[in-house]
């Protein structure tokens, strides 16, 4: 069974420019969340889609957005990137997190940001 | 709101001795609690999962944690570390409500000395 698919692994984009980064979770699952992690703040929760309807967002600013298709993908978008933005963003998929809670993980976009 | 707290950002043991990561929660009603592993440049991968069946639970590589309820606490151990499990270890707590979210701890930097 395939695992938790996040493209691409790694990009460089200069301040001011914007960003999409793709998750294909696990079939079946249809619950999608979305974390940055940073050597400072550790992991922070951005967003969870349930069947294309976001159900929670972190404190992010608006410039942080997410999606999630009919067939349980999802792209988060960074808009007006900063330094700040520099982290590991990480996806990770789950049939239903009230369930278990347990989440499965992908290996993460690396985005630079110069 | 619950949180996780993770005390040692950096633990360091000699190889073949006792690992030790400490995790405490604050609920007061028992959550689901989780342990994930971070190896570099990847994402987390879950080893074990505390879901009220059982107190002491058994994951994957040798490594178990111990639920105690009394001490809100749920301490990861291995008998003898060896080279490999050197990485970085989360604690993390599901509230299983509709924040659909995880709660990570900040995490803890294992070095296995040789």
């Known amino acids: 069974k395939a695992g938790v698919t996040q493209t691409p692994r790694y990009l460089i984009k200069t301040r001011g420019q914007q960003v999409t980064l793709s998750c294909s979770p696990i079939s079946g699952h249809r619950s999608v969340s979305w974390y940055q992690q940073t050597p400072g703040q550790g992991l922070q929760f951005l967003f969870e889609?349930?069947?294309?309807?976001?159900?929670n967002k972190g404190n992010f600013p608006g410039r942080f957005s997410g999606r999630q298709f009919s067939n349980s993908r999802s792209e988060m978008n960074v808009s007006t990137l900063e330094l700040g933005d520099s982290a590991l963003y990480l996806c990770?998929?789950?049939?239903?997190?009230?369930?278990?809670?347990?989440?499965?993980f992908g290996e993460g976009s690396r985005l630079t940001v110069l | 709101a619950q949180s996780v707290t993770q005390l040692g950002s950096h633990v360091s043991v000699s190889e073949g001795a006792l690992v030790l990561l400490r995790c405490n929660y604050s609920s007061s009603v028992p959550p689901y609690l989780f342990w994930y592993v971070q190896y570099p440049n990847q994402g987390l991968q879950l080893l074990l999962k505390?879901?009220?069946?059982?107190?002491l639970v058994k994951g994957i590589n040798g490594f178990e944690a111990e639920f105690k309820k009394s001490e809100t606490s749920f301490h990861l151990t291995k008998p003898s570390a060896h080279m490999s499990d050197a990485a970085e270890y989360f604690c993390?707590?599901?509230?299983?409500?509709?924040?659909?979210?995880?709660?990570f701890g900040s995490g803890t930097r294992l070095l296995v000395r040789p």
């Open positions: 505390y879901t009220s069946a059982a107190t």
């Open positions: 889609y349930f069947s294309e309807t976001q159900r």
């Open positions: 993390a707590v599901s509230p299983m409500d509709s924040s659909y979210k995880l709660i």
């Open positions: 990770a998929s789950t049939l239903e997190i009230r369930n278990t809670g347990e989440l499965f």
